[in-house]
């Protein structure tokens, strides 16, 4: 098994900058890739970035290229996500997912183990 846990979310305002985090325990050498979602209300879960655990080649949603950049700390055992020049149509919760099966995964189905989520809220 492996556990997730997200940190970070919080309020605030348009323009702003934010820095989630993803701490990852339990049986870390599965893991593949390492992906982050978000899910405003009444949305379906999107996908934003994702990360090759072994070589750490990154991709991004054309969405959030150029704002948000996906990141791996190997001595915490973590995967951030600093998030730039926020808009309210950021506001969502977001969630860090692992995978071991996939090296390179862009859709919800492909990952095994989800977090709890963070909610982050951009106000206008």
């Known amino acids: 098994q492996v556990q997730l846990a997200e940190s970070g979310g919080g309020l605030v305002q348009a323009g702003d900058s934010l820095k989630l985090s993803c701490a990852i325990s339990?049986?870390?050498?599965?893991?593949?890739?390492v992906g982050w979602f978000r899910q405003a209300a009444g949305n379906e879960r999107e996908f934003l970035a994702t990360?090759?655990?072994?070589?750490?080649?990154?991709w991004h949603a054309d969405s959030v290229k150029g704002r948000f950049t996906i990141s791996r700390d190997n001595a915490k055992n973590a995967v951030n996500l600093n998030m730039t020049r926020l808009k309210p149509e950021d506001t969502a919760v977001y969630y860090c997912a692992a995978t071991h099966a996939f090296s390179t995964a862009l859709m919800p189905n492909h990952y095994n183990y989800w977090g709890q989520g963070t909610q982050v809220t951009v106000s206008s």
């Open positions: 339990g049986r870390i050498y599965d893991v593949t890739a």
């Open positions: 990360i090759r655990w072994g070589g750490g080649n990154t």
